[in-house]
């Protein structure tokens, strides 16, 4: 299985909103509304930032949303803060019963 | 509150068995409808799925890892465990433990990660 497809960087300025995207097939992405989203700042473990495509876990900020279409999850960020500069992944179920994620996108807020 | 812990040797040598241990606290591994997981990240790299067991004891894993790794369960210890043999340089990561909701990608508690390295 291949790794999902996340732009390498993306950057915005504080207060504006930013969108990364993942790309996959349909054999994962595009085939189950199981896709997730993780933020990842330096040395710490990744904290679940969406599930199921469009959910928010209890304790996340509503700044915070995502959505899919055919095989392309994204997620947006809107009202962008500096505590959002980290890196973000996605991560989606596949046909084999397994879980890919992708590349991973590292956002900056300049 | 759940926490979830890695353990296990930090140095590793070629050719040898990578063993770890996930020590889960707050909460009972055998909870119906929750899988226990692995996933790494080599340093300077991103996140890779290692595999799943679910509460039950079946397996799930990642195609490219799948002849060298085992994953179990100790329901007396309330832990679970890592094997991944034939290690080489490329498996130096941190390895992270994870425990995912059946039926969804809810993907919510997750341990601080340990670093292996695989060196001579």
């Known amino acids: 299985q291949s790794a999902l497809t996340q732009p390498a960087s993306v950057s915005g300025s504080p207060g504006q909103s930013i969108t990364i995207s993942c790309t996959g097939t349909?054999?994962?992405?595009?085939?189950?509304?199981?896709v997730s989203w993780y933020q990842q700042h330096p040395d710490t473990a990744p904290k679940l930032i969406i599930y199921d495509v469009s959910n928010r876990p209890s304790g996340v900020s509503n700044r915070f949303s995502g959505s899919k279409s055919g095989n392309t999850a994204s997620l947006t960020i809107s009202g962008l803060q500096a505590e959002d500069e980290a890196d973000y992944y996605c991560?989606?179920?596949?046909?084999?019963?397994?879980?890919?994620f992708g590349g991973g996108t590292k956002l900056a807020v300049l | 509150q759940l926490q979830l812990q890695e353990s296990g040797p930090g140095l590793v040598k070629p050719s040898e068995t990578l063993s770890l241990t996930c020590t889960v606290s707050g909460g009972s591994i055998s909870t119906n409808n929750y899988y226990w997981g692995w996933i790494r990240q080599p340093p300077g790299k991103g996140l890779e799925w290692i595999g799943n067991i679910y509460y039950s004891g079946s397996t799930y894993y990642s195609p490219s890892l799948k002849s060298r790794v085992s994953i179990s369960l100790d329901t007396s210890k309330n832990h679970f465990s890592l094997k991944l043999n034939s290690v080489t340089a490329a498996d130096t990561a941190v390895y992270y433990c994870?425990?995912?909701?059946?039926?969804?990608?809810?993907?919510?508690?997750w341990g601080q990660g340990a670093l292996v390295t695989v060196s001579s």
């Open positions: 991560n989606s179920y596949t046909s084999s019963s397994t879980w890919v």
């Open positions: 349909s054999s994962d992405v595009g085939g189950y509304n199981y």
């Open positions: 994870a425990r995912r909701l059946g039926g969804s990608s809810n993907c919510d508690y």
